[in-house]
């Protein structure tokens, strides 16, 4: 195989696109800097509430009082024999006094959790907390009357929220028709439906008529990061392991096909393919550039942002939680997205298409439990869970590729339906419906007393058309059964992934809630980049389902300079696509730093 470019029309092509690249650099760059200015910034800046500093009177009363407190437990020091993080994510805080609660209020089974007259001594050392500056951060505060009335199941105590509207207040265990106990539970109450009689039957697991998000995001901000921060480590590791065995593979492909030159081993668009060295095919792998230098501009804005963040606080009460390692394992699996495509342009063909698409769809579920973490920071899906499930989706694309036929989409169709209304029970119940007897028999039981008037609507209504269109996916897949497995799953993951976000957006506007102008170009913008993306895409030049003779016929000339063709444009778009879509998550909660959390609906 010959060149058929001079090298000026290789300069011309690759330079066009760095071309590209380095002015989308320099216009961010610029806005930064333009950002110096007063009147720019504030038509930019978020107008947050900060953090109150305490003078150091104040501090050194904090400092002395946790000092004497007996109860509190005391930190790990840096001799640790393990990684003292790891703490951050057991859902155990550091005071004695400090209630942990998920969304129903239930207490974790903790030291903290626990309370005995031992551990009570004086209100100090219920309330005082650590890590706090303003006493307004002290959000929680153990109403004893008696040290005889606590207990260890704590079914006497009142825990009130501090400034958040919502009342957790232990429950008796519920009663089910078999005798059996859910275990104590406590009912959160909003203050302003207080007046109002809480019936627990019509309301299942305790669940309050409407949700806030500070109701939702009870976990201290230390928690809360940790949780996030997993993320990120997590799809580095996962990445590397990934990464490695995909490089030697596809290395010995190209030996291969350079030692043989058969042309039936990689289905390459052979009327646009320029080889350069040892690459058969340098223009496809060169334009996934896109991915790499955009993943690393979107983790470079998110690390700026968290670190002016770190140097203005701002007050844990308003405002959406920040998820800064979630966000940044958004642009780190965009650059992953860059290596393993151009892995598989080395030599494509069926063995190693799923190398193109794997963290395609690790974007697309991160992407939802982004949207979904924003609002349910308590309740959200952990690391460990998150990445579990992409595996299992691997390895269901190994079978469907390899394997496939009736057999396989029986099982899928199955999976499929099955897996997405469990996940609808555990989404419109806000995490606490579980695939067991007791969760499943609370639901039923409220179903006759609610009638047709469900808990919440918009959230119901957004699950039924995310119902139904997931059932036409698996009844479409069921019955036309393409060899293509990887692209279904991929459109499946996609599609729902662009409802979440149409839902996520509708529901901020039902509710009063108006993104930024910055947010409304990106979207615009993504939007403007998906589409001509998405044709190029449907339009490819080759079809490695197919036999390499019929692949072939699908090959076109080189559509931009020569050089690139409707799959390269599809890169270098969809990159563009990626870059201006995660600027969207990113900023689009930007009109809510200075709103209480009890005034931000949970949707």
Same mark, same amino acid.
């Given at each position: 195989?010959?060149?058929?470019?001079?090298?000026?029309?290789?300069?011309?092509?690759?330079?066009?696109?760095?071309?590209?690249?380095?002015?989308?650099?320099?216009?961010?760059?610029?806005?930064?800097?333009?950002?110096?200015?007063?009147?720019?910034?504030?038509?930019?800046?978020?107008?947050?509430?900060?953090?109150?500093?305490?003078?150091?009177?104040?501090?050194?009363?904090?400092? %002395?009082?946790?000092?004497?407190?007996?109860?509190?437990?005391?930190?790990?020091?840096?001799?640790?024999?393990?990684?003292?993080?790891?703490?951050?994510?057991?859902?155990?805080?550091?005071?004695?006094?400090?209630?942990?609660?998920?969304?129903?209020?239930?207490?974790?089974?903790?030291?903290?959790?626990?309370?005995?007259?031992?551990?009570?001594?004086?209100?100090?050392?219920?309330?005082?907390?650590?890590?706090?500056?303003?006493?307004?951060?002290?959000?929680?505060?153990?109403?004893?009357?008696?040290?005889?009335?606590?207990?260890?199941?704590? @079914?006497?105590?009142?825990?009130?929220?501090?400034?958040?509207?919502?009342?957790?207040?232990?429950?008796?265990?519920?009663?089910?028709?078999?005798?059996?106990?859910?275990?104590?539970?406590?009912?959160?109450?909003?203050?302003?439906?207080?007046?109002?009689?809480?019936?627990?039957?019509?309301?299942?697991?305790?669940?309050?008529?409407?949700?806030?998000?500070?109701?939702?995001?009870?976990?201290?901000?230390?928690?809360?990061?940790?949780?996030?921060?997993?993320?990120?480590?997590?799809?580095?590791?996962?990445?590397?392991?990934?990464?490695?065995?995909?490089?030697?593979?596809?290395?010995?492909?190209?030996?291969?096909?350079?030692?043989?030159?058969?042309?039936?081993?990689?289905?390459?668009?052979?009327?646009?393919?320029?080889?350069?060295?040892?690459?058969?095919?340098?223009?496809?792998?060169?334009?996934?550039?896109?991915?790499?230098?955009?993943?690393?501009?979107?983790?470079?804005?998110?690390?700026?942002?968290?670190?002016?963040?770190?140097?203005?606080?701002?007050?844990? @009460?308003?405002?959406?939680?920040?998820?800064?390692?979630? &966000?940044?394992?958004?642009?780190?699996?965009?650059?992953?997205?860059?290596?393993?495509?151009? %892995?598989?342009?080395?030599?494509?063909?069926?063995?190693?298409?799923?190398?193109?698409?794997?963290?395609?769809?690790?974007?697309?579920?991160?992407?939802?439990?982004?949207?979904?973490?924003?609002?349910?920071?308590?309740?959200?899906?952990?690391?460990?869970?998150?990445?579990?499930?992409?595996?299992?989706?691997?390895? &269901?694309?190994?079978?469907?590729?390899?394997?496939?036929?009736?057999?396989?989409?029986?099982?899928?169709?199955?999976?499929?339906?099955?897996?997405?209304?469990?996940?609808?029970?555990?989404?419109?119940?806000?995490?606490? /419906?579980?695939?067991?007897?007791?969760?499943?028999?609370?639901?039923?039981?409220?179903?006759?007393?609610?009638?047709?008037?469900?808990?919440?609507?918009?959230?119901?209504?957004?699950?039924?058309?995310?119902?139904?269109?997931?059932?036409? /996916?698996?009844?479409?897949?069921?019955?036309?059964?393409?060899?293509?497995?990887?692209?279904?799953?991929?459109?499946?993951?996609?599609?729902?992934?662009? &409802?979440?976000?149409?839902?996520?957006?509708?529901?901020?506007?039902?509710?009063?809630?108006?993104?930024?102008?910055?947010?409304? &170009?990106?979207?615009?913008?993504?939007?403007?980049?998906?589409?001509?993306?998405?044709? /190029?895409?449907?339009?490819?030049?080759?079809?490695?389902?197919?036999?390499?003779?019929?692949?072939?016929?699908?090959?076109?000339?080189?559509?931009?300079?020569?050089?690139?063709?409707?799959?390269?444009?599809?890169?270098?778009?969809?990159?563009?696509?990626?870059?201006?879509?995660?600027?969207?998550?990113?900023?689009?909660?930007?009109?809510?730093?200075?709103?209480?959390?009890?005034?931000?609906?949970?949707?």
């Amino acid at each position: 195989m010959r060149a058929a470019l001079t090298r000026a029309q290789y300069a011309a092509g690759a330079g066009a696109a760095l071309a590209l690249l380095a002015l989308l650099y320099a216009g961010v760059g610029a806005l930064v800097l333009a950002q110096r200015l007063p009147r720019l910034r504030a038509l930019v800046a978020p107008r947050a509430v900060l953090a109150d500093k305490p003078d150091e009177a104040t501090r050194s009363e904090i400092d %002395s009082a946790m000092s004497m407190s007996p109860g509190r437990r005391r930190r790990r020091d840096s001799t640790a024999t393990f990684d003292s993080s790891d703490n951050s994510d057991t859902d155990e805080e550091e005071e004695t006094g400090t209630a942990t609660t998920d969304v129903t209020g239930t207490r974790s089974p903790t030291a903290a959790a626990v309370t005995t007259a031992a551990d009570v001594t004086t209100a100090a050392d219920i309330t005082t907390t650590a890590d706090v500056t303003n006493a307004a951060d002290v959000t929680t505060t153990a109403n004893v009357t008696n040290p005889a009335d606590v207990t260890s199941t704590a @079914e006497a105590v009142d825990v009130h929220a501090a400034g958040n509207g919502v009342t957790a207040t232990a429950a008796p265990p519920p009663q089910y028709a078999d005798g059996s106990e859910a275990g104590p539970r406590t009912v959160y109450v909003i203050e302003s439906d207080r007046a109002q009689p809480t019936d627990s039957t019509s309301r299942p697991f305790g669940l309050p008529p409407r949700l806030n998000v500070a109701a939702l995001t009870r976990r201290r901000g230390r928690v809360l990061a940790a949780r996030s921060d997993r993320y990120l480590y997590t799809l580095y590791t996962v990445g590397l392991f990934y990464a490695l065995p995909v490089l030697q593979f596809v290395a010995a492909f190209q030996v291969v096909l350079n030692v043989t030159g058969s042309l039936d081993v990689c289905y390459y668009n052979f009327l646009c393919a320029h080889p350069l060295g040892g690459l058969s095919d340098f223009n496809h792998v060169f334009s996934n550039v896109g991915y790499l230098a955009l993943g690393a501009l979107f983790m470079l804005q998110v690390r700026r942002r968290k670190l002016r963040r770190r140097r203005k606080p701002r007050h844990e @009460e308003y405002g959406i939680p920040a998820h800064y390692g979630l &966000l940044s394992s958004l642009g780190a699996a965009m650059m992953m997205v860059a290596l393993l495509s151009a %892995s598989y342009h080395v030599c494509p063909n069926a063995l190693n298409f799923q190398f193109d698409t794997a963290f395609m769809y690790v974007l697309a579920v991160l992407s939802m439990v982004k949207i979904y973490q924003a609002r349910h920071a308590d309740v959200n899906a952990r690391a460990h869970a998150t990445f579990g499930v992409l595996a299992l989706l691997i390895a &269901l694309v190994v079978w469907g590729v390899v394997g496939g036929g009736p057999l396989f989409w029986s099982v899928f169709t199955v999976l499929h339906v099955f897996t997405f209304l469990l996940l609808s029970l555990r989404i419109y119940y806000v995490g606490q /419906f579980r695939l067991e007897k007791q969760s499943v028999q609370e639901a039923v039981a409220a179903l006759p007393s609610r009638g047709l008037r469900p808990l919440y609507a918009p959230r119901l209504v957004m699950l039924l058309i995310a119902n139904a269109v997931n059932w036409g /996916f698996a009844l479409y897949g069921l019955f036309t059964q393409s060899a293509d497995f990887a692209g279904h799953l991929l459109s499946v993951l996609l599609c729902n992934t662009l &409802l979440y976000m149409v839902f996520y957006l509708s529901m901020k506007l039902l509710h009063g809630e108006r993104p930024r102008w910055y947010a409304w &170009l990106f979207l615009a913008a993504g939007a403007a980049t998906w589409m001509p993306a998405l044709y /190029f895409f449907v339009s490819g030049s080759s079809d490695w389902s197919a036999t390499p003779a019929q692949s072939r016929e699908r090959n076109h000339e080189c559509r931009v300079l020569q050089f690139y063709d409707s799959h390269d444009l599809w890169h270098l778009l969809s990159a563009l696509a990626l870059y201006f879509t995660f600027n969207a998550l990113l900023t689009w909660d930007d009109g809510l730093a200075a709103v209480k959390r009890t005034d931000i609906a949970v949707f």
